[in-house]
């Protein structure tokens, strides 16, 4: 087994919310599992030779198991159909060890948690790690329904419940998220978090930044993405800085498939510029940036790209492989 890799057995699975499964997963042999920050995520290796990556729900302070909630997604390539249908109690899984893309803002003096969906995960994370450190924050969720709303009970029981408000699609439009109102005046020290489906996150991000605030006190990660393809999208080389070997890419293939196809492994996860995994340093040449993961300063340096998705600008890319 890979040395970065865990595996854990499903000790339990439950039907957390309508078309949303709760999985605690906790160590083959029922050791202590490595410690996480909220916000973090896991990799799960799930059969079929598909990984999709699951933030963590539980209480940091936790060290017996992880809890990850899924969403039975319609539009599934697999991943959540898999996790629902095919996994079940008992089976054992190949995670990877915490990784978090997505971490508190220690500095911050007052922290707003924006959930919609089940990208309510992570920030619950975060509201229990806040409430437990004693700091000042506010929840606010947003979901279709209350049937669909996982954690509902968690949070209403618990210690900070006080400081969470829902808002459903299907009740009345006084107690729905009023996003220029609460956004109106970013204040310094003020960090805003937000993750649930794409539509949601650009209304958050795109209000915010209109509203004025600053790049700094956004913190965001996208579930998933819709790749988008443009009529521009050209074929183009990429160079590998290590042996100066030189790759075409088509214009129907993403810059992975072209270096799957000649031999070269990438590591992939999420295939849609969401996760991270296959970042990859730039070294010369123009990226043309297709992902959701990079911040938007952080794509304007052009020294780093996703090739799962992101594509090229100039003629040449020269890659750090």
Request: with cysteine; aromatic share 6%; net charge negative.
């Amino acid at each position: 087994m890979n040395t970065s890799t865990l595996r854990v057995r499903v000790a339990r699975k439950t039907v957390e919310a309508l078309d949303i499964c709760l999985f605690e997963l906790v160590d083959v042999n029922d050791a202590p599992l490595p410690a996480f920050s909220a916000g973090s995520h896991v990799d799960v290796h799930l059969p079929g030779g598909l990984t999709r990556q699951y933030s963590l729900c539980n209480d940091p302070t936790e060290s017996h198991r992880y809890l990850i909630g899924v969403l039975k997604d319609p539009a599934s390539r697999g991943g959540s159909k898999s996790m629902h249908e095919a996994v079940k109690e008992g089976d054992v899984l190949e995670i990877s060890m915490p990784r978090n893309h997505f971490p508190l803002a220690h500095e911050a003096r007052r922290n707003v948690l924006l959930a919609g969906g089940i990208g309510v995960t992570p920030i619950l994370c975060m509201a229990e790690r806040l409430a437990n450190a004693g700091a000042d924050f506010v929840m606010h969720y947003c979901a279709r329904s209350k049937e669909r709303t996982a954690f509902h009970d968690r949070i209403t029981s618990s210690s900070f419940a006080h400081k969470v408000q829902f808002h459903f699609d299907d009740r009345a439009v006084e107690q729905k998220l009023d996003l220029p109102s609460l956004l109106a005046v970013p204040e310094p020290g003020t960090h805003l978090y937000v993750c649930g489906p794409q539509g949601f996150m650009d209304a958050v991000l795109g209000t915010a930044r209109a509203q004025g605030w600053p790049e700094a006190q956004l913190h965001f990660e996208f579930f998933s993405a819709q790749v988008v393809k443009s009529d521009s999208d050209a074929s183009f080389e990429v160079k590998l800085a290590s042996s100066d070997r030189v790759i075409v890419v088509p214009a129907d293939k993403t810059v992975a498939q072209a270096l799957a196809e000649a031999g070269i492994d990438v590591p992939l996860s999420c295939e849609q510029g969401v996760c991270g995994t296959c970042l990859t340093r730039v070294l010369a040449g123009q990226p043309d940036h297709k992902d959701m993961y990079l911040t938007p300063a952080e794509q304007a340096a052009n020294d780093q790209f996703l090739p799962c998705c992101s594509r090229s600008k100039s003629a040449l890319l020269v890659l750090d492989l």
